[in-house]
């Protein structure tokens, strides 16, 4: 048996003068790069060059949707009206693929961040929310989500929805990420190990010890993790000991 995988990463999450990751370095590492969008995290200058060093890369390239929450970092629930979230959303794709386009590539996913990730899971008019909004953009764009709602409604809007596997959060009991208010550093040994058992054996542990099915095309490693150099060789090194090939996000999704 052959095993092929895709490793997703957030970036360009800094503002203004405050760096957050490492962006230039970790993007050799991964093959599909989600670029904050300016409203949890991001301006046009740190969008335009995370962009371009991506596409200079050869790397794919997505917006990084969220809330407007630039001091909680789009990690607070907020009660917004979905028409107000559709049209933030479309004016975040737009803003990033601005970016995109001057630098001659082509954008290929969108994908939540934080706080909105689980409020589309788990509410139906904000799944639609987002998935109208990217309908309305673009159908060949790839929606990082899954799960809930927008896999289910996918379908209805012409959009490839799929979800992704979680190596560097632990699992809550229901499938979903204990999401940590500020990403803390990670074990790198730990982190590929879950990598290997997601891909080779489709389940993780969730933290009551229980196992939990995931299957999925694509592995998420947080930009903002403070090792996230280490880990990511980590992971890349133990896919590649275990014959796994690191893909881009297309063919992982086929």
């Not at 630039?70 to 975040?92: H, K, N, S, T, V």
């Not at 737009?94 to 994908?111: C, P, Q, S, Y």
Request: charge should be negative; hydrophobic fraction near 40%.
């Amino acid at each position: 048996m052959s095993w092929q995988i895709n490793i997703n990463s957030d970036m360009g999450e800094g503002y203004g003068r405050w760096q957050l990751g490492s962006d230039e370095e970790l993007i050799p590492l991964v093959p599909t790069v989600n670029i904050a969008c300016g409203f949890h995290a991001g301006d046009p200058r740190i969008m335009h060059r995370v962009t371009a060093a991506a596409i200079a890369a050869g790397a794919d390239v997505g917006a990084h949707v969220a809330l407007p929450d630039l001091r909680g970092f789009g990690r607070r629930p907020i009660d917004i009206d979905a028409d107000d979230l559709r049209d933030d959303l479309l004016y975040q794709i737009g803003a990033l693929d601005a970016f995109v386009r001057a630098e001659g590539g082509t954008m290929r996913h969108v994908k939540p961040h934080g706080s909105l990730y689980a409020m589309c899971r788990r509410h139906e008019h904000y799944a639609r929310a987002l998935l109208h909004a990217v309908a309305r953009y673009d159908t060949s764009l790839i929606v990082i989500v899954g799960q809930g709602w927008p896999e289910r409604l996918a379908d209805s809007y012409g959009l490839t929805v799929r979800h992704e596997g979680y190596i560097d959060l632990d699992y809550q009991p229901d499938g979903f990420p204990q999401v940590e208010p500020v990403k803390k550093a990670c074990d790198p040994d730990e982190v590929a190990r879950r990598a290997v058992a997601i891909v080779k054996e489709r389940t993780a542990r969730a933290l009551d010890g229980s196992r939990i099915e995931v299957v999925t095309p694509t592995l998420c490693l947080h930009g903002d993790m403070p090792n996230v150099l280490e880990v990511a060789a980590r992971v890349r090194d133990r896919l590649a000991e275990e014959d796994i090939e690191i893909v881009d996000l297309a063919s992982a999704v086929r």
